[in-house]
């Protein structure tokens, strides 16, 4: 025998809201998946109040195998594996995917091609939102594979007219290494937070109107205080757009 669930009229329209399931594939690291998990939530309670919270899955893959693969350029293999953790994903539930990174968003389309569901790309509600304040010119920080390939650059250029541009080489060296040695294990110095600023002036003074924290630990060391123009954090950006995402049923 199967029991019939009653609703209430409020409950009828509670439960009908059609609220997506977000599929969250990170781990790349996990300081920067956490507040993925928190501002989606808080922005799911902003819209509907209440108890309400998100519906999501989450696949946390060990970071330790993915930097290996990157930093031996690798990249095949690890799009390899994150399509087969996207899968699992699309298994479980998930209507959506977000993938809470900058840099493995170059084999997003190794991604896309393993699943029929699609993929919230963390460029292009970045660039919706620059777009949005006016600004053509903007600097990126971001690991070194995102600032010098052009995977990232160049979907911000054709999709949204921007231009992009990085910091000189030695620059990009001193960001990259603050993030794999320092931001991903969780360490935030003063030392490395007046270096980004210095970086960030520079930026500004070859013509940033505004500067993308390309890599979704950044905003542990530099927030908007530290900046005289707009910085835009992805990932913040990105899990907002999520949770919208799903909201819109």
């Not at 309670?45 to 970071?63: C, M, N």
Request: glycine share 8%; hydrophobic share 45%; aromatic share 8%.
């Amino acid at each position: 025998m199967v029991a019939k669930l009653v609703f209430t009229t409020r409950e009828r329209s509670v439960f009908s809201y059609g609220m997506k399931t977000i599929g969250l594939l990170g781990g790349m690291s996990w300081e920067s998946t956490v507040p993925y998990y928190r501002i989606i939530n808080e922005v799911v309670r902003e819209k509907l109040g209440g108890l309400h919270s998100a519906k999501a899955i989450l696949y946390s893959v060990d970071f330790h195998d993915v930097e290996r693969l990157q930093h031996s350029a690798r990249w095949e293999e690890a799009g390899e594996l994150l399509a087969a953790s996207a899968q699992a994903l699309q298994r479980s539930g998930a209507d959506f995917l977000v993938l809470c990174t900058n840099t493995m968003h170059k084999v997003a389309a190794a991604i896309e091609g393993a699943v029929s569901i699609p993929l919230l790309h963390i460029a292009d509600p970045t660039g919706t939102r620059i777009a949005r304040a006016g600004f053509k010119t903007v600097g990126l920080l971001a690991t070194r594979f995102t600032m010098e390939q052009d995977f990232y650059r160049r979907r911000l250029q054709e999709k949204f007219g921007l231009t992009v541009i990085t910091p000189d080489e030695s620059d990009r060296e001193i960001v990259h290494r603050v993030i794999y040695e320092e931001l991903c294990l969780g360490r935030v110095t003063e030392s490395s937070r007046e270096q980004y600023q210095r970086i960030i002036v520079q930026l500004i003074e070859q013509g940033a109107e505004a500067v993308i924290l390309g890599c979704t630990e950044i905003a542990m060391l530099v927030g908007q205080q530290h900046s005289t123009v707009p910085l835009f954090d992805t990932a913040a950006i990105h899990a907002r757009a999520a949770a919208e995402h799903a909201l819109a049923g």
